[in-house]
């Protein structure tokens, strides 16, 4: 079968927001969607059973994780990713492009490529086009990513130019490596930082190639949202209207269904399980911090609206409890209330293009998470865990 088929059933009235739905090798997922993240071939403390529990259809992985352990090679032994990880619904991995940008201290950039410095073990491990392509082949994801320069925020007009230049440049190498088009699909990646010339030139180069999908990267490295906002609006809706389109690493609520109503249809961010393991919730009233002294005598759950395993069996009271006490159960039930939160979310939005009322639900969710601090929000600087793995 061909690697991927994308249909829009519906496009709302009042903005550029698409519902439908992704057919790949390993099943479908319907879109908008949002991918839990699973760096190394594991959504932390979810075993394959709970993460489809959340309602997730698609997860992704990350491939310069997966090269330093276990290797790719190990991982096509075992049949590929989706064997070795007891995952049969579809996959996305990342080419480790965003690596080049938060592990700017480990690496060095070549015209070629990047020579990181294992930030587990110190040794030389070379990132280039062919290589990242032959490791995802063997991986086996429904969806791979070219490799690319994602641009630290804030970055020069020169410097950010040369890292277009060469993502252009590599990904046309990826392209011409990629052994498996009938099984796996190959995404580009829009670079330019807030440079809109930059922009559009990467767009055009990378829409001339004609891959199956495009992604707008560089666009969660640190910029305040109101910068990312208008990139959003004006470049996504220049990009092929019959393919599908991915905003790398960007996870807000508010984020979210704004970048929607511009065209996107494809979302990833460690937001849900990592500030799981924070004792941050997601609710549909706003967030909920689960220390709090508040907590201790409510017996109710979580979110009263919400139907995950977690809402459904334990109270606020017991998974406060279960972090005051440093039980390993808490961060699990929470990350998994999280990814059903973000769940619910996109399937609220699809319901909401297809009754053509996506700007209703904007208000509705600005009015809720506009203002509201994301703990442990990738932009935010206090964020200490630079190659994002989760």
């Not at 201290?105 to 410095?117: C, K, N, Q, Y």
């Not at 969806?143 to 440049?169: L, Q």
């Not at 609006?233 to 599908?244: A, N, R, T």
Request: charged share 25%; aromatic share 8%; hydrophobic share 40%.
């Amino acid at each position: 079968m061909s690697a991927l088929k994308f249909t829009i059933s519906h496009i709302d009235t009042s903005t550029q927001a698409r519902a439908g739905r992704i057919t790949t090798p390993h099943g479908v997922f319907d879109t908008p969607a949002f991918m839990p993240v699973g760096t190394r071939a594991s959504v932390k403390g979810l075993v394959p059973d709970l993460l489809a529990g959340t309602g997730a259809q698609i997860m992704l992985s990350n491939t310069y994780h997966l090269v330093l352990r276990p290797g790719a090679d190990v991982v096509a032994a075992a049949g590929g990713l989706h064997k070795f990880m007891n995952w049969h619904k579809p996959i996305l991995t990342d080419s480790g492009g965003f690596q080049v940008f938060s592990l700017a201290s480990l690496r060095r950039i070549d015209e070629d490529g990047v020579t990181f410095s294992s930030h587990v073990d110190g040794q030389l491990i070379r990132f280039d086009p062919v290589s990242v392509i032959e490791s995802e082949n063997k991986l086996g994801a429904d969806i791979i990513m070219v490799f690319d320069e994602c641009s630290p925020w804030p970055v020069g007009f020169s410097e950010a130019k040369v890292a277009v230049e060469r993502t252009i440049r590599w990904a046309g190498e990826c392209r011409q490596a990629h052994q498996r088009p009938d099984d796996q699909a190959l995404f580009a990646i829009v670079q330019g930082s807030m440079y809109p010339e930059l922009r559009q030139y990467c767009l055009d180069r990378l829409v001339e190639m004609d891959f199956p999908g495009y992604a707008m990267g560089g666009l969660s490295v640190g910029e305040p949202p109101e910068k990312r906002k208008p990139i959003v609006d004006e470049f996504v809706p220049k990009l092929p209207q019959d393919k599908p389109r991915y905003l790398m690493g960007v996870g807000r609520p508010v984020d979210l269904v704004e970048s929607v109503a511009a065209g996107i249809d494809m979302f990833d961010c460690v937001l849900p399980t990592r500030n799981g393991r924070n004792a941050y919730a997601f609710t549909t009233n706003g967030p909920m911090r689960l220390r709090n002294e508040k907590y201790k005598l409510d017996f109710t759950p979580i979110d009263e609206k919400c139907q995950c395993y977690c809402c459904r069996n334990f109270t606020r009271a017991y998974i406060r409890h279960l972090f005051l006490v440093n039980e390993m159960l808490g961060p699990i039930l929470l990350s998994i209330h999280n990814i059903a939160f973000f769940q619910d979310f996109m399937r609220e939005i699809r319901l909401a293009i297809c009754e053509n009322r996506l700007n209703s639900l904007i208000e509705q969710v600005k009015s809720v998470w506009e203002g509201q601090e994301i703990v442990a929000d990738q932009n935010n600087k206090g964020n200490n865990n630079k190659t994002t793995q989760d």
